[in-house]
């Protein structure tokens, strides 16, 4: 894993997009994994800057969700296909025939969620993953316990994060219980990740990822099996960290 510790939000989600853009550039077929919630955010106000400054085009790039609730339309402002028109797609040139997001509403669930990962692989699967990570340490919606070789599949929401996630509702219990959920498995099989976190609330749960040992009481600690893994965190986020001295020498001498 490199940890990149930088001061703000703001300078994290500038380095964050530059990866992307320069992946984009390299590869404008790529295949990018995206998240929702409010830690990709700034970087996707960096991209759409990047689109509308810097002729970044998306107009060939594929893309994948982690996670969509079950039972909230794609027009529901709530759902996670809403949230992407809303604060990517609509901004830039990608094609919506290529976006994807699990269906919430499927009446097959299963059936839904075999469909994603054999469309992930027929894509050639995803070149890059963007993640945040949830108080309880999960990435997509892989709550604590999750099999940490698990694939797209149906989880149960724990009561943290549907705490966590009813400020975007009109009150904790129109929070879906039950979510489509790219699996450990799938996040590990991505060729590269960027885990972004923000803020003294994910200080904890950082730590645990990190330099914590290997558990599927905290699924993010599973990307310590990942080879291309960047942490890009600002140092209230960091301020957990034992090691914070070594990642910021080992950042400054990069060759
Ligand atoms: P947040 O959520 O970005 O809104 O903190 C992160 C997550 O649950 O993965």
Known sequence: ME????????????LGAGIIANLIRDNPK??????TGSTPVPVYNELIRLHKENNLSFAEVTTFNLDEYIGLSADHPCSYR??????????VDVDLNATHVPN??????????????????????IDLQILGIGSDGHIGFNEPCSSLS??????????????????FFDSVDDVPRHCITMGVGTILDTRSVLLFAFGEGKADVISQSVEGPITSMVPASALQLHQRVKVIIDDAAASKLSNIDYYKEVYANRP
């Open 3 to 14: 940890v990149i510790i930088l001061p703000t939000k703001e300078e994290c989600a500038y």
């Open 30 to 35: 790529c295949v990018l994994g995206l998240a």
């Open 82 to 91: 809403y949230f992407m028109q809303e604060q990517l797609f609509n901004e």
């Open 104 to 125: 919430g509403l499927a009446d097959d669930v299963q059936s839904e969620c075999e469909s994603y990962e054999e469309l992930i692989t027929k894509s050639g699967g």
């Open 150 to 167: 698990s694939r797209t599949r149906m989880k149960t929401l724990t009561g943290e994060t549907i705490e966590d996630n009813s400020r």
